[in-house]
């Protein structure tokens, strides 16, 4: 009798850890595919839930010890550094995460890891001169660009997170100085997502635009948005100095995670080849371990030796309640 109630004990702990719970911010229809490709290899079972990162930290925060939650995926180094400083995240040490992804886009304390890389890069109208196009990100703040830029709001993590590079690489003075050039140079009230500004720089509405560079991957890869992508070339700026700003979407372990083996085995499978591929053909990202391949679309806008502002990744969140307020200061709705 003791024995059976100890072996079904081993059962239900085995059938346990052969799930993982993931609070995703990407759709479930999206990454279900690369999440049965892991189902496959190990046996695993991924239940995935799906919210933007905002609502997912909420939901993490309320729950407490109670979540189901085993891993969150997320974007922006400004989100996962949201979710550590909440208290909601738990140190992994894994030689594989460690190898694979270079310090600078993981947290010092292994609390989260930078999955995929992005760039947030200014796009210009073909009918503009390519010698009117910015070197810096800073430049954009010149009189010349008055009423020709548009941009997102600043409520949008992906702008606090750029205005966070800005402060960390040339300080606050100036980047609230520069945050105050951009509004005088708006050509519009900042309204619509990424996509939105690309379809703006087509249609005439302004010349300049900051946006993901995987947007123009989307767009190009739909014949409905792809005429509006292909009137825009891509900039990347400060490629003389700190590179073009850079950032992560990535992957932490929940605090109080359940399925911890099954939890590391599902993060360290998000630096394997195939999940780096998918990362890099079916999200127009950049791959983040050294030996994945950026894709072909990709490649058509992004130079070999393009630089990205790597350095400042991993402490853009630590500047975001400064960039925040310098947003509210200088009236970037
Ligand atoms: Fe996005």
Known sequence: M???????????TAAQADSVNV???RGESLIRPLFDQ??????????????????????????????????????????????????????VDSDILESAIESSLQDKDNQWFGVS??????VAANRVDPSEDPA??????DDKYEGRICVRSSSNVYNQSMLAGIIINHGEQAAET???????????????????QINAVAEGKCDFAMINTYYLGIMLSDPA????????????TDQASTGNHANVSGIAMTKHAKNKVAAQKLMEFMVSESAQTWYADDNHEYP?????????????????????????????????AASVKIFDRVGWP
């Open 2 to 12: 003791r024995l059976i109630s100890l072996l079904l004990i081993a059962l239900g």
């Open 23 to 25: 609070y995703s911010s």
């Open 38 to 91: 892991f189902t496959e290899q190990t046996g695993i079972d991924v239940k995935v839930l799906s919210a933007d990162p905002g609502a997912l930290l909420s939901r993490l925060r309320l729950e407490g010890s109670a979540t189901p939650a085993d891993v969150i995926l997320t974007s922006d180094a400004g989100n996962l550094a949201a979710a550590k400083d909440a208290n909601v995240l738990q140190a």
């Open 117 to 122: 890389m992005r760039g947030r890069v200014v």
């Open 136 to 141: 810096s990100i800073m430049d954009l703040a």
């Open 178 to 196: 520069w945050a105050q050039g951009i509004v005088k140079n708006f050509a519009r009230i900042p309204e619509g997502n990424d996509r939105a």
């Open 225 to 236: 948005q792809a005429p509006n992508a292909r009137e825009v070339r891509v900039v990347f």
């Open 288 to 320: 983040i371990t050294a030996n994945a391949k950026t894709s072909a679309l990709v490649k058509s806008w992004t130079p070999d030796d393009v630089k990205f502002d790597k350095a400042a990744v991993a402490n853009l969140g630590a500047y975001n």
